[in-house]
Nanobody, 125 residues
Framework: QVQLVESGGGLVQAGGSLRLSCAAS????????MGWFRQAPGKEREFVAA????????NYPDSVKGRFTISRDNAKNMVYLNMTSLKFEDTAVYYC??????????????????WGQGTQVTVSS
C-alpha cells in the first residue's frame, strides 16, 4: 500500500507560479514511477507529468511543456510539481499518483494504482 498526500495548491494570478508537493508513505516509494494528473470540472482526468524511480522525467503533454517540471526526493519520500507561467486553463484539482510497475511514455490514469486526495489549483485571469 502507498499513501499519498498533496499540498501546495491555492489561488494564483495568471502568469504566476506554484509548487505542488506530494508526501508518500508506504511500500517501495523509491522504486515506483510517480505522476501528476489534473481534473477540471466536467472534464476527464488529464496526465500532466511523470517521473521514473531514478528521477528521470517523462514526456510532458503540450499543454504544460516548458512550464511544468516534475521532480522527486527519494530520501524524503516526496514528489514535486513546479508550475510556472500559469494560465486560466490550468485551473483544476491536481492529483499525485503512484504506479505499481512500469508505465508507458504517455501514461493514462489506468497505469497508476495509488492516488492522493487532490489539491485545488485556481488561476485567476
Amino acid at each position: 500500500q502507498v499513501q499519498l498526500v498533496e499540498s501546495g495548491g491555492g489561488l494564483v494570478q495568471a502568469g504566476g507560479s506554484l509548487r505542488l508537493s506530494c508526501a508518500a508513505s508506504g511500500r517501495a516509494f523509491s522504486s515506483r514511477f510517480m505522476g501528476w494528473f489534473r481534473q477540471a470540472p466536467g472534464k476527464e482526468r488529464e496526465f500532466v507529468a511523470a517521473i521514473s524511480w531514478s528521477g528521470a522525467p517523462g514526456n510532458y503533454p503540450d499543454s504544460v511543456k516548458g512550464r511544468f517540471t516534475i521532480s522527486r526526493d527519494n530520501a524524503k519520500n516526496m514528489v514535486y510539481l513546479n508550475m510556472t507561467s500559469l494560465k486560466f486553463e490550468d485551473t483544476a484539482v491536481y492529483y499525485c499518483a503512484a504506479a505499481g510497475g512500469r508505465i508507458p511514455l504517455v501514461p493514462t490514469a489506468y497505469d497508476f494504482n495509488y492516488w492522493g486526495q487532490g489539491t485545488q489549483v485556481t488561476v485567476s485571469s
